[in-house]
């Protein structure tokens, strides 16, 4: 069982930044690839970015390519999204996921096998 406490979402002018960080505890955070998705309201949960279980390989939704990085520090079982360049349409619920098959190529939330409880981020025009 691994348990994810997201945090760093608030309220942020268009073309403002934001980092969102993921604690994780339980198992070896190290064994785990990570990804962030989000949620608008009346829309799916949406694929954001993710990361391998060494940072040797990440990937990104192409709304988001540029603009946001995916990061990890397995020392401090945490991993990180920076948000730059934030739009409007970046609004949503932010949620961290942990997949221990390493998938991260797999732009999908069916791979992923816990979540934490999400974060809010809202960019005002």
């Known amino acids: 069982q691994v348990q994810l406490v997201e945090s760093g979402g608030g309220l942020v002018q268009a073309g403002g930044s934001l980092r969102l960080s993921c604690a994780a505890s339980?198992?070896?955070?190290?064994?785990?690839?990570m990804g962030w998705f989000r949620q608008a309201p009346g829309k799916e949960r949406e694929f954001v970015a993710a990361?391998?279980?060494?940072?040797?390989?990440?990937y990104y939704s192409d709304s988001v390519k540029g603009r946001f990085t995916i990061s990890r520090d397995n020392a401090k079982n945490t991993v990180y999204l920076q948000m730059n360049s934030l739009k409007p349409e970046d609004t949503a619920v932010y949620y961290c996921?942990?997949?221990?098959?390493?998938?991260?190529?797999?732009?999908?939330?069916?791979?992923?096998?816990?979540w934490g409880q999400g974060t809010q981020v809202t960019v005002s025009s």
């Open positions: 339980g198992r070896t955070f190290s064994n785990y690839a």
């Open positions: 996921a942990a997949d221990r098959n390493n998938k991260w190529y797999k732009a999908s939330d069916r791979v992923y096998d816990y």
């Open positions: 990361i391998s279980w060494s940072s040797g390989n990440t």
